[in-house]
């Protein structure tokens, strides 16, 4: 498991990791189907669709 947080990702294997979601983010994550494994949760008025996109985007990979 990674998570980005700002703008530095963390992976599991080097440290450990917890998430804490509520409910509803759970369902979220549970629909979450096909190739898309990434969701992220941002502050309102956060930038454009496209900002979030390229803030989820992980230099090292190219799934976007």
Do not use: H, L
């Amino acid at each position: 498991m990674r998570v980005k947080v700002g703008d530095k990702w963390f992976d599991a294997k080097e440290q450990p990791i917890c998430i804490q979601y509520s409910d509803g983010e759970r369902e979220q994550i549970n629909s979450n189907r096909g190739s898309n494994r990434k969701y992220a949760q941002f502050p309102d008025g956060w930038g454009t669709p496209d900002d979030m996109r390229d803030w989820m985007a992980d230099p090292s990979d190219q799934s976007r």
